[in-house]
């Protein structure tokens, strides 16, 4: 993803603009959401296809958060979910924060927000250059280690 747009996406040959990028994420994300919260059914089909579509959707997720050629580096989505677990679980413990203010994760030094809530945690990012990363991640409500929708956005300003 560029630090000012949203990731490009080709369908068919034609590049979608950012909003309809924009879109196409925002609706996988919300998609995935609800097939992990009602499913579809309790036979073994239904949850080996649930789980299929599960696994497709976080392919595609992961290529359209990942930074293109010329973005600077973040870690993999994988990475920042366990990340947020973590801080969620752990709460303010020092080892979770070197993790995530570690130079080597971001490529340079950073500055974090952090706001626990009840349903979902988010998490900021700031990099030097003006590039904002944030993070949402809606947390099971029966176990906190189970994150039922994740969005993510990248924004970048001139002020740093």
């Known amino acids: ?74 870690p993999d989505i994988d990475t920042i979910k366990q990340l947020i677990i973590d801080l969620h679980t752990m709460g303010n413990d020092e080892r979770i924060l070197a993790k995530i203010n570690d130079p080597a994760l971001w490529g340079v030094p950073i500055l974090v927000d952090y706001v626990p809530l009840e349903t979902h945690v988010f998490l900021g990012i700031k990099k030097p250059s003006g590039v904002y990363h944030s993070y949402t991640a809606y947390l099971h409500p029966e176990d906190p280690n189970i994150i039922i929708n994740f969005t993510y956005q990248n924004s970048w300003s001139r002020s740093k």
Do not use: C
Request: net charge negative; charged share 30%.
């Open 1 to 74: 993803m560029s630090k000012d747009s949203e990731a490009n996406i080709t369908i068919n040959g034609q590049q979608l603009t950012d909003a309809q990028s924009m879109t196409l994420r925002v609706a996988l994300d919300d998609r995935l959401k609800d097939l992990r919260i009602e499913g579809l059914g309790q036979d073994d089909r239904g949850k080996q296809i649930i789980e299929d579509y599960i696994q497709h959707i976080h392919s595609i997720q992961k290529l359209i958060h990942a930074p293109s050629k010329s973005d600077e580096r973040i």
